[in-house]
């Protein structure tokens, strides 16, 4: 018994798997529960790695400067009453100013503007269903007018090219004066002229 276990020694232990020596004859045998573990844990943390990189969020667009050069700008059309004077629209204002104080904490140029009666309007032939006095949120920040669009719905996009923004902001006239709607609401509506701190 003694010489066999004299005979049975351990030659060495190569990724995990012991080579076993007995009477002249090498046995593999498996792997120990170290190895094992270790070869899970490896597996497990390749396997976030992967998955980390496969749902790392897309890179932002550039912000584009809207008073350096002639930018492309964008375009949202409707009668001035819909932006201004409709009750089921109330929320564009509280929504343009979280905006704008966003803009301000991080030192952005303001990039969106109301513009009554664009003198630009004219050159586009699917501008004449929208009903006048019209006016136009612009901006130069393509995927936020997307957004836009969505949300408001019953308004004209137009892609409006590379213009100055003295150029894409140039008024023709004033805001009208509004009727009083009917106002259900629990809360006060905004005051008139709110969107005097959005035009240029």
């Not at 190569?14 to 004859?25: A, E, I, K, N, Q």
């Not at 001035?80 to 089921?88: I, M, P, R, S, T």
């Not at 949120?137 to 137009?158: A, P």
Request: hydrophobic letters at 40%; aromatic letters at 10%; charged letters at 30%.
């Amino acid at each position: 018994m003694k010489a066999v276990m004299m005979e049975r020694t351990v030659s060495k232990v190569t990724c995990g798997v012991t080579s076993v020596s007995h009477r002249g004859v090498h046995h593999r045998v498996a792997r120990s529960s170290m190895g094992i573990e270790n070869s899970l844990i490896n597996g497990v943390r390749q396997g976030r790695m992967v998955s980390m990189q496969a749902k790392k969020a897309p890179e932002l667009p550039p912000v584009v400067s809207p008073t350096q050069g002639e930018p492309e700008w964008y375009a949202l059309v409707a009668r001035a009453e819909f932006f201004f004077n409709d009750v089921q629209n109330e929320a564009l204002a509280e929504q343009l100013r979280e905006l704008k104080r966003y803009y301000e904490e991080n030192r952005r140029e303001q990039d969106f503007f109301f513009v009554c009666e664009p003198e630009w309007l004219d050159k586009f032939p699917e501008a004449k269903s929208v009903k006048r006095p019209a006016v136009a949120l612009v901006s130069t920040d393509k995927e936020w007018m997307v957004f836009m669009k969505l949300r408001l719905e019953r308004v004209l996009k137009l892609d409006l090219g590379n213009m100055s923004i003295d150029a894409a902001t140039k008024s023709t006239a004033k805001v009208p004066e509004f009727e009083p709607q009917e106002w259900n609401a629990p809360y006060t509506p905004y005051a008139k002229g709110w969107w005097e701190v959005f035009m240029r």
